[in-house]
């Protein structure tokens, strides 16, 4: 069965050009106008993962993110942009979005981010475990290393008795350094690990969730867990 997309776009030219890409890559879509019609086309038939432009009059894009959310619905969402500062991203993250695209966009792009999205929220199937390099030992099934605890089953995470509150993508980031405590990561392999395409070295994609997740890990006079190399990528350890 091909997969269901909500597009919502209140520009008629993109919302119909991105209607026929789609559709022409095998997802069956719905397109409205604004938020309104996308909060209604949800609850009365839920799709595989929405799309949905930041700048609708009425009910925008975040407030729709908003409101699902509030509303227990996990269901993945891609923003369309215009906003390029990073508050602008951030904006669309905290608001419960999986990810992001910024206007004028490749329509491969949204194709490749998409993909990503409906692997990542797929049921999880039995597989051997790809070989990692040294990190963390795993106590039980939760993952130890520079202060931070995870249980990638039940998807939670802490530092110290904190609870840390994550996104899809932030989970998986962390899961990520976590389980390659110490080493540095390159940024080609955090993309290809987390959304299976890279985006290339103009994007501020990861810096943006690097940023994102700095700000929920990081305490007052405790150390700094995510460092940068510059050049390279990143490396979660203490100090």
């Known amino acids: 069965m091909p997969h269901t997309v909500l597009l919502a776009e209140d520009d008629r030219a993109i919302r119909n050009a991105l209607e026929r890409a789609l559709t022409l890559e095998g997802y069956h879509v719905t397109a409205v106008a604004d938020g309104v ?6 609850h ?5 993962v929405l799309v949905l432009d930041v ?3 009425g009910i925008d894009g975040l407030q729709v993110c908003r409101v699902l959310r509030a509303e227990g619905d996990r269901t993945p969402v891609l923003i369309l942009t215009a906003l390029v500062e990073t508050a602008d991203r951030i904006a669309g993250l905290d608001a419960g979005a999986d990810d992001y695209v910024v206007k004028p966009f490749d329509v491969e792009e949204v194709f490749a981010r998409l993909r990503a999205l409906l692997r990542r929220a797929a049921p999880v199937t039995a597989e051997p475990e790809r070989p990692e390099a040294p990190g963390p030992a795993a106590s039980g099934r939760c993952l130890e290393a520079a202060g931070l605890r995870m249980d990638p089953q039940a998807r939670r995470a802490w530092r110290g008795d904190r ?3 994550l996104t899809r993508t932030e989970f998986e980031l ?6 390659n405590a110490g080493v540095v990561l390159e940024h080609s392999t955090i993309y290809d690990r ?3 395409y890279d985006f290339g070295p103009g994007s501020k994609n990861l810096a943006v969730y690097v940023g994102y997740l700095r700000r929920k890990l990081d305490e007052p006079g405790a150390p ?6 510059r050049g390279v990528g990143y490396v979660l350890r203490e100090g």
């Not at 009365?44 to 595989?48: I, L």
């Not at 962390?174 to 389980?179: G, N």
């Not at 700094?224 to 190399?229: G, S």
Request: proline residues 6%; glycine residues 4%.
């Open 174 to 179: 962390l899961e990520l350094l976590i389980r």
């Open 224 to 229: 700094q867990l995510i460092h940068t190399v």
């Open 55 to 57: 700048m609708m009059p």
């Open 194 to 196: 987390i959304w299976g």
């Open 44 to 48: 009365r038939s839920r799709p595989d």
């Open 163 to 165: 609870e840390l509150e």
């Open 37 to 42: 019609e996308a909060l209604a086309q949800v």
